[in-house]
């Protein structure tokens, strides 16, 4: 839920840039700016950039069996006005030849407003743990899972791409995750990375490859309100270890093109 929303920093910087709007770490396709970090410290709604930083840092080294889509994909594929539009935009994601797809889920209603909706929840394409075949799950932290309609509708647009005969795409149903509830009104994304965490991890285990049976259980076990309260720390460390190495990485690469200089 959106009641914990932060606003940036309006005060320039010496560049002209509003100091909110400084930019601090590029990772992946992704940028991070001074205002994301406001935003780990809460207590503050979870923006889009930031759940994409994070889905690109789980990705690193899981393969091709598990996909993570930043916020705005599932968003566009949502939103499309035909079944053609989004085989097109999905096709080269390979949807159905994944073992799992995590989809962020935001309930804004207006593609218009940037940053706009008040909750987000996770939607997973499971075409690995169901013996009846593909099946969505839905986590979602609030009680009564208020966006399972918007999750349904997402589910929808994609439910043709995993079954091709179209008699059976009624029977990929989709499920809600046991999700434990969230305690205010403002760490609902938190939770989103706080579940795809658990899943990489219980993924790159061999739970779902080796063991057989789904992640419920390792999600009921880890995420709950005092971890999900410590990750915005993890988050924010993660963050900085990585804006401390790529300095450093600059500073090697600076100190090696001078000495081939002084040499020439």
Request: charged share 20%.
């Amino acid at each position: 839920m959106a009641t914990g929303s932060c606003s940036a920093s309006t005060s320039a910087s010496a560049g002209g840039k509003k100091k909110g709007e400084e930019r601090v770490l590029s990772h992946g396709d992704v940028v991070l700016i001074r205002s994301d970090l406001a935003i780990l410290r809460g207590p503050c709604f979870i923006n889009d950039r930031i759940i994409a930083f994070y889905f690109a840092h789980l990705s690193a080294g899981l393969g091709d069996d598990l996909l993570l889509l930043p916020p705005s994909i599932p968003y566009l594929l949502s939103k499309l006005p035909d079944p053609a539009s989004v085989a097109a935009v999905a096709e080269p994601l390979r949807l159905a030849s994944r073992r799992l797809v995590l989809l962020p889920v935001n309930d804004n209603p207006d593609a218009a407003v940037a940053e706009g909706g008040s909750h987000w929840t996770l939607l997973v394409i499971d075409n690995a743990t169901s013996a009846s075949g593909p099946r969505f799950v839905h986590h979602d932290s609030i009680r009564g899972a208020p966006n399972l309609p918007v999750a349904s509708r997402l589910a929808d647009a994609l439910r043709p791409l995993l079954q091709s005969d179209w008699r059976r795409r009624a029977t990929v149903p989709v499920v809600e995750g046991p999700t434990r509830r969230q305690t205010n009104g403002y760490d609902c994304g938190v939770y989103v990375m706080a579940i795809a965490k658990t899943i990489c991890g219980w993924w790159k285990n061999g739970h779902g490859r080796l063991r057989g049976g789904d992640w419920f259980e390792a999600v009921g076990r880890e995420v709950n309100a005092n971890s999900v309260k410590a990750m915005r720390g993890e988050l924010l460390q993660l963050i900085n270890t990585l804006i401390q190495d790529k300095a450093k990485a600059s500073s090697t690469t600076s100190e090696g093109n001078n000495k081939t200089s002084n040499t020439g």
